[in-house]
């Protein structure tokens, strides 16, 4: 039930942005954005795999681990502060409503967020590695779970729009991002 | 008997007065699934909790229980009784949801926090021990410690208790309807300035009026919440208030 509710405004602006037209033109660009948004993280993390390979010539798993680990965290700040701003000009600026191409790039980012933290919780089981402060951990955790939270306020909401819960998710998720980031170099 | 002080009597008879209430208050939202109802219940409930750890700490040094009170105490018992407000007088859009959400992922991140990476010094603590007295010595402090979360959750939860309901009390005053809700709400406003005041006068240095301060505040929000809530079964004039309320005029 929540899922159709939270479906019907991405409907009514693809309809609205196509007159009566159907809709697979705009949800084909819609699969483009999204996989290439997929290549985007992807590509990053095999940059980042290649740049720890060159750099030490024998690249042991915990180097590529830490590297990634490094690298992503960068990535995700990025993405929570463009989102964040998106958010804020298609919700505060434009009035609008959470489109598709937003709620799949908030879930990529998501994605995103739980693939570092696992990296991160690989790097202390397995190698025994331990971040600068260990309220790192506690950090970590938020980063994961701070869009979750706000994802489930939004596809379940019946008041239309509700671009606000990404206003505040993404830019929480930027500030615990941001302390992780300072709590996790020694 | 060195632990039983006038603060372990005004803990105990705070946390039987908060864990009525809360009771109460639960049972109220089972029945009728309000979200405003589960808030105050959890605030209500950690109110409990952080007296009870009060009370179990005259008698025992109990890391844990140490955690639970700060954690209760000092973090989540204004923002939760101050979420139950904002759902009630802040009805435009998803905002109250968002909070909560807010609250929910500050609550997460603060437990194990305050229960397993927050180091406690125990050699300040006797029985029958003044905790608002001797916190200061047991926790680290300092920007990046879990008692900086500490100003930002207390102010944010007494505007919007203490806010919402001199608001709602000027409201019904206004309109002239509802006296009872007019004085619970008066109430509901002074029980939750009397906590925020108490740790005010422990800052001045004088941490024996907070042990009083919380149990007089409880007891003067349970009395305001029954006087609020004595019509609210009055159907014709509750969807009036509410949505004068929501409207905000």
């Known amino acids: 039930m929540s899922g159709q509710n939270a479906e019907k405004p991405d409907e009514a602006n693809n309809a609205g942005a196509q007159g009566a037209a159907p809709l697979q033109k705009p949800q ?37 681990l830490h590297d990634l680990h490094y690298h992503l965290a960068r990535l995700g700040l990025a993405l929570a502060l463009v989102m964040a701003g998106v958010a804020v000009y298609i919700g505060i600026i434009r ?55 706000f994802i489930f306020v939004e596809s379940t909401a019946k008041k239309r729009p509700a671009m606000g819960s990404y206003i505040w998710g993404f830019t929480l998720l930027a500030g615990i991002i941001l302390r992780a980031i300072l709590t996790g170099a020694p | 008997m060195q632990t039983i002080t006038f603060a372990f009597v005004v803990s105990v008879i705070g946390a039987i007065v908060t864990g009525i209430f809360a009771a109460i208050v639960l049972k109220r939202w089972l029945e009728k699934r309000r979200p405003h109802n589960l808030a105050w219940g959890i605030g209500l409930a950690l109110y409990f909790i952080g007296l009870l750890s009060q009370v179990i700490l005259s008698f025992v040094w109990s890391p844990i229980f140490f955690a639970l009170w700060y954690w209760t105490g000092a973090l989540m018992v204004a923002p ?30 603060t437990l194990p926090w305050a229960l397993f990476l927050t180091p406690f010094d125990s050699s300040a603590w006797h029985p029958g021990a003044d905790m608002t007295a001797i916190y200061r010595d047991i926790m ?15 102010i944010w939860g007494t505007i919007a208790l ?29 029980g939750g300035l009397l906590p925020a005041l108490g740790g005010t006068l422990i800052r001045l240095g004088d941490p ?32 009036s208030a509410s949505s004068s309320l929501a409207a905000g005029d």
């Open chain 1, 28 to 64: 084909s660009i819609v699969r483009r954005l999204d996989l290439g948004l997929g290549i985007l993280v992807a590509g990053f993390i095999v940059l980042v795999i290649i740049n720890s390979v060159l750099s030490v010539p024998s690249a042991w798993p915990f180097l590529i």
């Open chain 1, 95 to 149: 009035k609008g409503d959470v489109t598709p191409l937003f709620r799949r790039a908030a879930y990529i980012i998501f994605g995103t967020m739980l693939l570092e933290a696992l990296i991160g919780l690989s790097m202390f089981v397995f190698f025994s590695a331990r971040p600068g402060q260990d309220v790192h951990f506690i950090y970590g955790m938020g980063t994961v779970l701070s869009l979750p939270f």
């Open chain 2, 80 to 109: 939760w009784l101050g979420q139950g407000t904002i759902y009630l007088l802040w009805r435009k859009g998803n905002i109250a949801r968002n909070f909560q959400m807010a609250l929910l992922l500050v609550a997460v991140m």
């Open chain 2, 140 to 154: 680290p402090q300092g920007s990046g410690t879990i008692r900086s979360f500490s100003p930002v959750m207390n």
């Open chain 2, 162 to 190: 203490v806010g919402g309901a001199i608001y709602s009390a000027r409201l019904f005053r206004k309109k002239q309807i509802m006296r009872n809700r007019m004085f619970g709400n008066w109430l509901i406003a002074a």
């Open chain 2, 208 to 239: 024996s009026f907070k042990y009083f301060a919380e149990m007089a505040g409880a007891i003067l929000i349970f009395i305001g919440f029954l006087m609020a809530t004595h019509v609210a079964d009055d159907a014709q004039e509750t969807r």
